[in-house]
């Protein structure tokens, strides 16, 4: 989805490195997500954003961080990256609806490989 | 873990058939979405069922959910190869967070 854009798209670090992987979205959409994707594993989730001040961990926050600089920018470091972090890595945005109903808009991901 | 299971984990089928694909949860829900990721790209959203609602269409999708038996199935009708892709459900409960299955690797042959 043009709407959400990561970057990189590709990223190859080794053992040790901070890096930093960016999502922009052009949604106007106060919720922003990241997750990670190994195979046979589906999705899980790392650090969500309910808005510019809200931060929470997700189910396997350990050895990550997240910024959120402003609406429509979430960032997530790894802070010393190891090996089992390769994987796909994906941002997605949802605008909250009071019915309770939400629909989250993924980007394109990145792909990360330690070595 | 939250996630709940899906099955089968992988499914090959001729262009033409119907594909079911069936997920599992465990706790209790506000709604269950269904997605589509072609390879290593990011995830599409395809339809979400309400807590209260027992099916729903769109196009050639049909979803049903059970909340008494915590399951839901996903039915693609009259399959194009076009279809091929990985799909997950994601469950959405009370703190509007989504937890996603495993997935179901579709192919569907011409």
């Known amino acids: 989805d043009a709407d959400v854009t990561q970057t990189p798209r590709n990223r190859i670090t080794k053992t040790g490195k901070r890096i930093m992987l960016e999502c922009s979205q052009t949604?106007?959409?106060?919720?922003m997500y990241w997750y990670r994707q190994d195979p046979g594993l589906g999705l899980r989730l790392i650090y969500y954003?309910?808005?510019?001040?809200?931060?929470n961990k997700g189910e396997i926050s350990d050895g990550y961080s997240v910024s959120r600089q402003a609406q429509a920018k979430f960032s997530l470091s790894l802070e010393s990256a190891i090996p089992n972090q390769t994987a796909l890595y994906f941002c997605?945005?949802?605008?909250?609806?009071?019915?309770?109903?939400?629909?989250?808009?993924f980007g394109p991901g990145t792909r990360l490989l330690v070595l | 873990s939250q996630q709940g299971e899906e099955d089968p984990q992988a499914l090959s089928i001729q262009e033409g058939e119907n594909a079911t694909m069936n997920c599992s949860y465990k706790?209790?829900?506000?709604?269950l979405q269904w997605y589509r990721q072609n390879s290593g790209r990011g995830l599409v959203h395809l339809i979400l069922?309400?807590?209260?609602?027992r099916e729903k269409h769109s196009g050639r999708l049909r979803v049903t959910l059970d909340t008494s038996k915590k399951s839901s199935s996903l039915l693609i009708t009259a399959s194009r190869a076009a279809d091929t892709a990985s799909y997950f459900c994601?469950?959405?409960?009370?703190?509007?967070?989504?937890?996603f299955g495993t997935g179901t690797l579709l192919a569907v042959q011409p």
């Open positions: 706790t209790s829900i506000n709604n």
């Open positions: 994601a469950k959405g409960g009370a703190t509007n967070k989504l937890i």
């Open positions: 954003s309910f808005d510019v001040k809200d931060i």
């Open positions: 949604k106007g959409h106060d919720r």
């Open positions: 997605a945005t949802s605008d909250f609806e009071t019915s309770g109903k939400e629909t989250q808009y």
């Open positions: 069922i309400r807590s209260n609602e």
